[in-house]
């Protein structure tokens, strides 16, 4: 029987997984000495068996079955299983070979064990690391500088054992740069970013006794640690380092640019970075259209996606997930359908990344029966696909059906996290069913892991605000522990929305006596509460504080409640006068105000001068403008003008929705106002 032929008999039948076979040519070698007299030999039939998941044991037993194995045979063999899909296997065969003990200098050589370590790091297998870690004490391995890096990269890879990867760096008698990169990364993995800054600065720093000189690695974890902790300068400069190095001739550092650029939301700095790449992969490719569709530049995603799929560079899930992000922020659904399609017609398994951003896909774009398909094709067990579902359904109006699911996921025994409950608390407070919200808050209260979630606790503030139950939202707020700018802002728009206007000032000077600086957000509330009070002066003075003492860019909302405060009281002119000066463009909104408080005030005039500038705003001219200028024209006894209004609306077909509200009693009934007849809380009005 020759060699060559066997070998070839292998391979084929490896290839065909027919194991039995494989066994019996095996043995064939066995009996003719082949595998005990050439190590090459040997080498393919380990190999060949690696090939194979399901045979660990039998890996061991040809090893142990060798009568002499060379040290570099081992050291072949322990990496490829080490950085093999099944790494466990490497510690089935380190342990046969122990028990065998053919050649103690096997279990003594650095390589080997620098190979399990790495083993070890990529199933997070801490307790065997440890293990493997007190062998390498044992046979004082502990000074080589592999087995060292190896260590430390090991312990930095968990938070829980950072430390013992500090504590080895300190005591290593040999420092390199990978052992400055183990340690860096792990700061990094572990959200130390700045830690890792500082072991930069103090070990590759201008310093003469300092002997590191960074590679293409450290800048790569550098520039991921910029992107973590949110440091646009420092990535800057690093980027002026890398360029000055040569290091921006690496695809893996020109990638890491992108990302930080586009995770930035400079996209342009990272298309440069993309147009003058020459050694662009497929990473590159997904980091730029990833970047183009979380920046809202869909159309410019799609159009590189595209061009990717013409250049033959391919596409995997990341790719497919971007192109579904980028249609469903550019309502393109046409394109979301297709990669859809594809994902199907390739047989692409339908991951819990790939299936939620679809799921929210179809929300986007208003079709919810194809997200509940979605939903459904998916293993349910994962807590992040019933939180898409709960968000979907609140952004479309479904609160009723966001609130059922609450129920399936209690019997299917998953734990909701923040984001769960956090979806089920908007749902309330958009169908103001108050009922299910202290059901939901009853449960937030019995949980350790969410009760005290400050975001949970302003988001309850926000839903009982709203729901009309002030007393229920300050009790709430009274009790915690720790209060932000959130908790502060939930309680005054809370009380300007109840039409508790001292109540939202005195929360107001309150939140000012505890340091705490409002945002914008709080002013809406504050001035809110002024107008609806017709407190002027009170609303001129916050207006003022908010631009000058707090620095805060007046936006629309804050000119609607200014120019509405003016209008209310009567003072045409004033209202006016602000809008002239306003920094902001006026919308519709504000020009309607201005035009009704000219009719109300029988301010004609001034009233159909100001038509002019709402009818200038073609996009936003709807039916609520027809009727406003058509009464204005009625009240100036311009009867053409009307019939020419009313002739608009009819012509153009302007929908006028009637006008309805809900109001949800401690029962769990609705009565629609507009009915005047009870009805279930899961209805929407």
Same mark, same amino acid.
């Given at each position: 029987?020759?060699?060559?032929?066997?070998?070839?008999?292998?391979?084929?039948?490896?290839?065909?997984?027919?194991?039995?076979?494989?066994?019996?040519?095996?043995?064939?070698?066995?009996?003719?000495?082949?595998?005990?007299?050439?190590?090459?030999?040997?080498?393919?039939?380990?190999?060949?068996?690696?090939?194979?998941?399901?045979?660990?044991?039998?890996?061991?037993?040809?090893?142990?079955?060798?009568?002499?194995?060379?040290?570099?045979?081992?050291?072949?063999?322990?990496?490829?299983?080490?950085?093999?899909?099944?790494?466990?296997?490497?510690?089935?065969?380190?342990?046969?070979?122990?028990?065998?003990?053919?050649?103690?200098?096997?279990?003594?050589?650095?390589?080997?064990?620098?190979?399990?370590?790495?083993?070890?790091?990529?199933?997070?297998?801490?307790?065997?690391?440890?293990?493997?870690?007190?062998?390498?004490?044992?046979?004082?391995?502990?000074?080589?500088?592999?087995?060292?890096?190896?260590?430390?990269?090991?312990?930095?890879?968990?938070?829980?054992?950072?430390?013992?990867?500090?504590?080895?760096?300190?005591?290593?008698?040999?420092?390199?740069?990978?052992?400055?990169?183990?340690?860096?990364?792990?700061?990094?993995?572990?959200?130390?970013?700045?830690? +890792?800054?500082?072991?930069?600065?103090?070990?590759?720093?201008?310093?003469?006794?300092?002997? $590191?000189?960074?590679?293409?690695?450290?800048?790569?974890?550098?520039?991921?640690?910029?992107?973590?902790?949110?440091?646009?300068?420092?990535?800057?400069?690093?980027?002026?380092?890398?360029?000055?190095?040569? $290091?921006?001739?690496?695809?893996?550092?020109?990638?890491?640019?992108?990302?930080?650029?586009?995770?930035?939301?400079?996209?342009?700095?990272?298309?440069?970075?993309?147009?003058?790449?020459?050694?662009?992969?497929?990473?590159?490719?997904?980091?730029?259209?990833?970047?183009?569709?979380?920046?809202?530049?869909?159309?410019?995603?799609?159009?590189? $996606?595209?061009?990717?799929?013409?250049?033959?560079?391919?596409?995997?899930?990341?790719?497919?997930?971007?192109?579904?992000?980028?249609?469903?922020?550019?309502?393109?659904?046409?394109?979301?359908?297709?990669?859809?399609?594809?994902?199907?017609?390739?047989?692409?398994?339908?991951?819990?990344?790939?299936?939620?951003?679809?799921?929210?896909?179809?929300?986007?774009?208003?079709?919810?029966?194809?997200?509940?398909?979605?939903?459904?094709?998916?293993?349910?067990?994962?807590?992040?696909?019933?939180?898409?579902?709960?968000?979907?359904?609140?952004?479309?109006?479904?609160?009723?059906?966001?609130?059922?699911?609450?129920?399936?996921?209690?019997?299917?025994?998953?734990?909701?996290?923040?984001?769960?409950?956090?979806?089920?608390?908007?749902?309330?407070?958009?169908?103001?069913?108050?009922?299910?919200?202290?059901?939901?808050?009853?449960?937030?209260?019995?949980?350790?892991?969410?009760?005290?979630?400050?975001?949970?606790?302003?988001?309850?503030?926000?839903?009982?605000?709203?729901?009309?139950?002030?007393?229920?939202?300050?009790?709430?707020?009274?009790?915690?522990?720790?209060?932000?700018?959130?908790?502060?802002?939930?309680?005054?728009?809370?009380?300007?929305?109840?039409?508790?206007?001292?109540?939202?000032?005195?929360?107001?000077?309150?939140?000012?006596?505890?340091?705490?600086?409002?945002?914008?957000?709080? $002013?809406?509330?504050?001035?809110? +509460?002024?107008?609806?009070?017709?407190?002027?002066?009170?609303?001129?003075?916050?207006?003022?504080?908010?631009?000058?003492?707090?620095?805060?860019?007046?936006?629309?909302?804050?000119?609607?409640?200014?120019?509405?405060?003016?209008?209310?009281?009567?003072?045409?002119?004033?209202?006016?006068?602000?809008?002239?000066?306003?920094?902001?463009?006026?919308?519709?909104?504000?020009?309607?105000?201005?035009?009704?408080?000219?009719?109300?005030?029988?301010?004609?005039?001034?009233?159909?001068?100001?038509?002019?500038?709402?009818?200038?705003?073609?996009?936003?001219?709807?039916?609520?403008?027809?009727?406003?200028?058509?009464?204005?024209?009625?009240?100036?006894?311009?009867?053409?003008?009307?019939?020419?209004?009313?002739?608009?609306?009819?012509?153009?077909?302007?929908?006028?929705?009637?006008?309805?509200?809900?109001?949800?009693?401690?029962?769990?009934?609705?009565?629609?106002?507009?009915?005047?007849?009870?009805?279930?809380?899961?209805?929407?009005?």
């Amino acid at each position: 029987m020759k060699l060559s032929v066997s070998l070839c008999q292998l391979h084929r039948l490896a290839s065909d997984v027919q194991h039995n076979r494989m066994r019996q040519v095996h043995a064939k070698l066995i009996t003719s000495g082949f595998v005990y007299s050439d190590s090459s030999c040997f080498l393919s039939v380990i190999n060949l068996f690696l090939s194979n998941p399901s045979t660990p044991l039998r890996q061991a037993s040809a090893f142990t079955q060798f009568q002499a194995p060379s040290s570099l045979t081992w050291r072949l063999i322990v990496p490829k299983l080490g950085l093999d899909v099944k790494p466990l296997r490497a510690f089935y065969l380190f342990n046969a070979i122990q028990r065998a003990r053919h050649n103690d200098r096997l279990l003594s050589d650095p390589h080997v064990y620098a190979s399990l370590v790495k083993a070890c790091c990529n199933v997070s297998d801490i307790r065997q690391g440890k293990s493997i870690h007190c062998h390498v004490v044992r046979l004082g391995l502990d000074s080589n500088v592999n087995v060292s890096n190896s260590l430390i990269s090991f312990y930095a890879s968990s938070l829980k054992s950072m430390r013992h990867a500090r504590v080895l760096f300190d005591r290593s008698p040999v420092k390199t740069v990978v052992t400055l990169n183990s340690m860096m990364s792990g700061f990094v993995k572990n959200g130390f970013s700045d830690m +890792a800054f500082c072991f930069f600065n103090d070990f590759c720093g201008c310093s003469d006794n300092v002997g $590191f000189k960074p590679n293409h690695v450290t800048m790569v974890i550098l520039l991921s640690g910029c992107v973590e902790c949110g440091v646009f300068g420092i990535g800057t400069s690093l980027k002026a380092y890398c360029w000055k190095m040569g $290091f921006v001739s690496r695809t893996e550092v020109s990638n890491s640019l992108i990302d930080f650029y586009a995770k930035f939301g400079c996209v342009n700095d990272a298309a440069k970075l993309f147009n003058h790449m020459h050694g662009r992969d497929l990473i590159t490719w997904n980091t730029m259209i990833s970047g183009y569709a979380k920046s809202n530049h869909s159309k410019e995603a799609i159009s590189l $996606f595209k061009e990717m799929m013409h250049s033959n560079i391919g596409c995997d899930r990341v790719s497919l997930i971007s192109m579904i992000l980028a249609s469903a922020n550019d309502g393109n659904l046409k394109m979301g359908k297709a990669v859809h399609g594809y994902i199907k017609a390739r047989g692409i398994e339908m991951t819990v990344p790939l299936g939620i951003v679809l799921i929210n896909m179809y929300f986007k774009c208003g079709l919810v029966d194809s997200a509940r398909k979605v939903f459904d094709q998916l293993s349910n067990d994962n807590i992040a696909i019933w939180n898409s579902m709960i968000h979907g359904y609140v952004e479309c109006g479904h609160n009723f059906e966001a609130l059922s699911l609450f129920n399936v996921i209690q019997s299917r025994m998953l734990l909701p996290d923040e984001v769960t409950m956090l979806g089920l608390i908007m749902a309330c407070r958009n169908s103001g069913d108050i009922c299910h919200g202290t059901n939901v808050h009853s449960y937030i209260q019995s949980s350790n892991r969410l009760k005290d979630s400050i975001v949970l606790q302003n988001a309850l503030i926000d839903m009982y605000a709203k729901c009309g139950s002030m007393k229920k939202a300050k009790s709430l707020f009274d009790k915690m522990p720790v209060r932000d700018v959130i908790s502060w802002t939930s309680v005054i728009v809370g009380y300007a929305v109840n039409g508790e206007a001292e109540k939202a000032i005195m929360a107001f000077h309150k939140m000012g006596a505890e340091k705490i600086e409002p945002n914008y957000v709080t $002013f809406i509330g504050v001035l809110s +509460a002024c107008n609806h009070a017709g407190l002027i002066d009170e609303g001129r003075n916050f207006y003022n504080a908010m631009c000058k003492k707090h620095k805060i860019e007046p936006r629309i909302e804050h000119c609607g409640c200014m120019v509405d405060l003016h209008a209310r009281a009567g003072m045409l002119e004033e209202a006016y006068n602000f809008v002239k000066k306003m920094h902001v463009e006026p919308n519709a909104v504000i020009w309607r105000m201005l035009i009704n408080a000219c009719r109300v005030n029988a301010d004609i005039d001034l009233g159909l001068k100001l038509v002019n500038g709402l009818t200038e705003l073609k996009p936003l001219h709807t039916a609520e403008d027809h009727v406003l200028t058509s009464n204005l024209f009625a009240e100036a006894g311009r009867w053409d003008d009307v019939l020419r209004e009313r002739h608009l609306m009819t012509s153009q077909k302007f929908p006028k929705a009637a006008g309805k509200s809900t109001i949800s009693n401690l029962n769990g009934a609705s009565w629609n106002d507009e009915a005047g007849k009870p009805k279930s809380s899961s209805n929407e009005y």
